[in-house]
């Protein structure tokens, strides 16, 4: 399992009956999650006086009920800074275990000695795509939502990556990638954190389990001669690791010699020696 473990700002602090106790900054928030199946006694102090608590409704979705919460606050890792807020369905606008996929390529960025043009493909508020700017890439940022592109380029000026080669779109994803094609761009490294279902700009529908592997058909097309890596994140109950291997073998690999290995993603729990999984991820290194 790769673990998120590097954080300074953030950590789950008790997990017990399909919730998690985190701690964002100086914030506490209760938030469900389904992988926590275990039932366990209140071991830490913070389930009594949470910030914030996500209530998931039997009905499907929920609500916030907030307890000295302000309506945006910011958390930091290492120098890069993000601007968080509590909306839809539990999120903050920052996944955290996706730290341990920044630390991977970020590595991989700064030492393949050349300039790296990274593509962000459902680039949501920008955690990757400011880690990439810090390593030193050149990024190409694409999410569906306007609001989600205007929220990245806050977080990359909090992180005082403004000035670095970014662009910002808002654009259905395939889409964007078959007029690269047209085009001849090419990129370097490519990251794709595509949701279980979602709409484009137009009300284009995107189901993953339709569309992911057409996309990866499509996007190996854009790699440039001397790629560098690729990176898949999958949120998905039924596109495990396994799953992510062997789609990223017979599309990625197939065309270009590269190694692949994929497996979940985790963040520690604090005073324990339990990992809390959170999704999964492929990685092609070319």
């Known amino acids: 399992m790769w673990i998120a473990d590097n954080w300074k700002d953030y950590e789950v602090l008790d997990t017990r009956c399909g919730e998690k106790l985190e701690r964002w ?69 920052l996944f955290p275990e996706q730290a341990a996929n920044w630390d991977w390529f970020g590595k991989l960025i700064r030492e393949a000695g050349r300039p790296i043009k990274v593509l962000n493909l459902f680039a949501y508020t920008g955690g990757a795509t400011c880690a990439a700017l810090a390593a030193g890439a050149s990024v190409t940022h694409v999410d569906a939502s306007k609001g989600m592109v205007t929220w990245a380029r806050e977080n990359a000026e909090s992180s005082g990556l403004a000035d670095r080669p970014v662009r910002w779109l808002v654009d259905d994803c395939t889409k964007f ?24 700009p137009k009300g284009e529908i995107w189901k993953i389990e339709d569309t992911i592997y057409p996309l990866l058909m499509l996007t190996q097309q854009i790699l440039s001669e001397e790629p560098l890596f690729f990176l898949l994140n999958s949120y998905t109950t039924g596109l495990q690791a396994g799953v992510l291997t062997h789609m990223l073998k017979t599309s990625l690999a197939a065309s270009h010699p590269a190694s692949v290995e994929s497996d979940e993603v985790g963040l520690p729990i604090r005073d324990t020696e339990l990992i809390l999984p959170c999704g999964c991820a492929g990685r092609v290194v070319f």
């Open 25 to 93: 900054g100086k914030y506490l928030l209760i938030r469900p999650d389904p992988q926590v199946i275990w039932q366990t006694e209140e071991a830490h102090e913070g389930w009594r006086h949470p910030n914030g608590h996500y209530h998931r409704s039997s009905k499907g979705g929920g609500n916030w009920e907030f307890f000295d919460l302000p309506e945006t606050w910011q958390i930091s890792y290492g120098d890069l800074r993000f601007n968080l807020k509590p909306f839809s369905f539990k999120h903050t606008g």
């Open 177 to 200: 990638v078959q007029r690269e094609i047209r085009r001849g761009n090419r990129y370097d490294a490519v990251i794709m954190d595509p949701p279980s279902y979602g709409r484009g």
